[in-house]
């Protein structure tokens, strides 16, 4: 009975760098893209004049939505 041959080397290369990537991608996934970019704390806030009204609040763009929106 003949032997099989053997499988080509490249393709287990392949199957090898595929198992490092998809082991790679899971550690990203669990320790989060951002845990190794952190970036350091500013020192001081930058002061942006008086602050801003936070949530919704209306505009004259959401009037003039809300004008050519009517049926």
Do not use: D, F, N
């Not at 287990?12 to 970036?39: H, K, M, Y």
Request: zero cysteines.
């Amino acid at each position: 009975m003949p032997i099989p041959p053997l499988p080509e080397p490249s393709r287990r290369r392949l199957l090898g760098r595929a198992s490092q990537t998809a082991a790679a991608a899971a550690a990203v996934t669990l320790i989060g893209p951002t845990a190794a970019i952190a970036a350091p704390p500013l020192a001081e806030p930058i002061a942006s004049g008086p602050a801003l009204p936070k949530g919704y609040h209306e505009t004259e763009h959401t009037r003039r939505y809300y004008r050519l929106a009517r049926y």
